[in-house]
């Protein structure tokens, strides 16, 4: 009898805490594009899923799954946009073939870095274009991620000179690529696993992945020992958690306040954990005889007029690209002359 | 042992149904040392207890108290440190009379911008020296915010020179008063409210308040017509929900992880929006007449010359400052040969 109180007792204090705080029950799936092994691109998808089940005590799951588990990785959009799988942890970078403005809520050639290109998103009208790309496709997605710098990539030979690039046979992703086209570098794009292989082979010279502490566990060292920087094609990264609209539509307001908190909450995690990583992968790379390079400005400079080439020819080709890059870069103008007298570098 | 069973089983199938997400139920209050008017400084404390609020659908109340509500501001520390109050929405840099290391995680003259200063707190060993500062006067403390640089100050006359600076009177914060000290000038420190009056009676020549979009709203633009940057003194600035530990440590792990997590999007939501802000209250500005000023080169090597002394006077003074100074410093180190190959400007 004593027990049986203490266990009502109990209940009544727990009823008393305040059971109204009561989420969705939802049990949903998460098709990741990156594997979870893979440090910020994986990591970051599993750390918000950890979280929204953490603070709901269970009640919001929103479960991480390998690529492939449930569909192929870059068959999330459409499985997402039928509802086949609710949800789906990806970038934005990935769906270029449904929208080519999509490549602009990734990662922008000589775009902004990580700051800037959030508070385009969240108060220069990035968030309203982004919503209204994705909501013919059924699809809600929330900028749910940022990622530092990337590197410029691997080469088995310096390059010195924009001649060196020539005839170059080189794995690129999204913007970049177009603009290596525009160089007379041969691109193509290959999967995380396959990229080593290919570089060892010798099937490419050349190859950009990510960020130091993320290309170290590829392994690219061990076959090209040139690394450039810095990564003009990618100087900040966004993730994204997309979710079928209805699925989230359906959602009460104190679940859906719980998504975009965990998402806002991941980009600052995200990005002070990709600041704290490079340094000590830079220095294991030297260790290993990796030749750390910056690119003669000479090269910046044509890849930069190049890249302004691509995007007159996509802004003709798409009139979202048009209407994307227009918000973006009148916010860069603006942000331009903050970034000039606040900054102390 | 029956109705032991049943109630066993009763609380089974709540947590079943799911309306388990018992977050404590908490009433506290947040004596915040900003009125909720202030930009950024007091708005984004309110952010937080209204997050808090929608997100446990009414459960988790901390509720933002105007300065001296409960307790003057700069006796926030006092009150949340005995549990006269739960909570306090404040900065480190208000602390200084207990420990100037305090200082050092509020905003570092010549220190780190944003990203590199959060990634310090979460990976480089200064969220451990927080709470070890923080401790024994049974406060626990969250970074709960981060902004963007500061403008460097209003002046009534030109500074071409370190000269122009001997025998002015200036409202000044932090660290950066004793580095313009040793640089000749007088310095006071005086409450948003005060600053307007002294700087048109001619009580103070100068003073330094915050960011364009801020020190707009005070207009110190109509007698101060020299808005000189960047501010060396506040490259960037962290604010803090501090709490009573008791309190803290009596809270559930679900409560824990939702006020960290409300926190942590706190810093992006508010580095966005200060990023944001910032263009368009300058433009403003100079249509009022405001000449904006870069510092002369010398002006800056001067500044940081003096704060290099401050630093080795400080940390002869306190062996926490010595601690914390290590720490950060030995963090920008490695950080710094990733910044110069990393980014693109």
Redesign the interface.
Known sequence: MK??LA??AF?AS?A????????D?INWDMQSTYASSLTQLGTLGKVISE?LD???????QVKFQEPGAIVPALEAFDAVSSGAVQAAWSTPGYWTGKDTALALFAAVP?GP????Y???????GGKELYDEIYAPYNIKALVCAVI??E?SGWFKKEINSVDDLKGLKMRFFGLGAKVMEKMGVSTQLLAGGDIFPALELGTIDATEFS??AIDQKLGFYQVAKHYY????HQ?STFFELMMNKDEWEGLG??TK??IE??C??N???G???G??????A??DLKNEGVT?H?WDPAILDALKAAWLEVVEEEKANNENFAKVWESLSKFRE??A??KA????E
């Not at 008393?16 to 989420?23: H, K, R, S, T, V």
């Not at 870095?113 to 800037?116: D, H, I, L, T, V």
């Not at 508070?119 to 220069?124: D, L």
Request: glycine share 10%; aromatic share 16%.
């Open positions: 027990k049986l266990i009502s209940t727990v008393l805490a305040g059971q109204a705080a009561a989420f029950k979280r953490k603070i709901s005590d269970g009640q919001v000589f870095s990580a700051g800037e959030y508070a385009w998103i969240k108060y220069g530092a710098p590197a960020m130091p920087f810095p990564g003009w100087q307001d104190d306040a719980l908190t965990v806002e909450a980009v600052a995690y990005l002070a954990e600041e704290a990583i490079q340094f000590k830079l220095q750390i910056k603006g942000y002359e903050w007298v606040g900054y102390l």
